[in-house]
């Protein structure tokens, strides 16, 4: 069975400030997929990234960077210079390959950012 | 906006009532998951439809059920409600069924059920 382990569950920062959500996942498959998902107070879940199994690269986006650690079974995400509109939930999930690829999602992170 | 929609966006019901909830994949997209958010389960999936048959089943409660209709809309049908069943509930819908790199989920802006 897979699992998604969002240990820290409510962040406060204020603006500028850089903050990292961690994520921990667990799974027997050599191939999946890790993503993070932000629910602003609106309500709707809007996808970030996507990452599979294979490639580790960091990667950046603007503001937002995430580092992917197999070693660790970790793929953090990073905001740089935290903005009032960061403040979200934020999930992550994990997919594996096989008969149908549901997400299974972390319990989320309540990031607030305060100005 | 992801090409997903969600009716109705808000439902207010009793206990003991049933609902139905509507929704309507992205274009081209054959593959629906539901998915439940409540405040103490967090999200979790609930049940996979792919180009109108059941694929894969999550925790999903024997009061509730679904179906993918020829169009390729799904319906959830909920019944017996309970004050515990008040959640947001999701709509995702994908290319195919199972996982492939350009087989992104795109999630619909939901149904926020109310039971009352």
């Known amino acids: ?5 969002q240990a820290q569950t409510e ?5 500028k400030e850089d903050v990292t959500l961690d994520c921990v996942y667990e799974t027997r498959d050599t191939t999946y997929y890790l993503f993070w998902y932000k629910q602003p107070p609106s309500g709707e879940l809007v996808f970030l990234i996507r990452r599979n199994s294979f490639d580790e690269q960091n990667e950046i986006s603007g503001r937002y960077s995430w580092n992917f650690q197999k070693s660790t079974s970790s793929f953090n995400f990073t905001i740089t210079a935290s903005q009032v509109v960061d403040s979200a939930v934020y999930f992550c999930a994990l997919s594996i390959t096989g008969a149908n690829s ?9 990031l607030s950012v305060r100005p | 906006d992801s090409g997903v929609t ?22 081209g997209d054959l593959s ?4 439940q ?33 020829p169009d ?5 049908n909920l019944s017996s409600l309970e004050l515990g069943d008040s959640a947001l509930y999701f709509c995702a ?4 069924a199972v996982w492939s790199p350009y087989n992104e989920q795109f999630f619909g802006p939901g149904t926020r059920l109310t039971v009352l």
């Open chain 2, 37 to 69: 958010q409540s405040l103490d389960q967090g999200l979790q999936f609930l049940i996979q439809y792919y180009n109108g048959e059941e694929r894969a089943k999550g925790n999903i409660l024997e009061r509730f059920s679904a179906q993918q209709f």
């Open chain 1, 102 to 110: 549901k997400l299974t999602f972390g319990k989320g992170i309540t």
């Open chain 2, 32 to 35: 629906v998951y539901w998915y």
């Open chain 1, 1 to 5: 069975a897979q699992k998604v382990t």
């Open chain 2, 93 to 96: 819908s994908s290319r195919t």
């Open chain 2, 72 to 76: 390729l809309h799904s319906e959830l």
């Open chain 1, 11 to 15: 962040i406060s920062v204020v603006e």
């Open chain 2, 6 to 27: 969600q009716t109705p966006k808000h439902l207010i019901t009793a206990t003991g009532q049933r609902v139905t909830l509507r929704c309507s994949p992205r274009s």
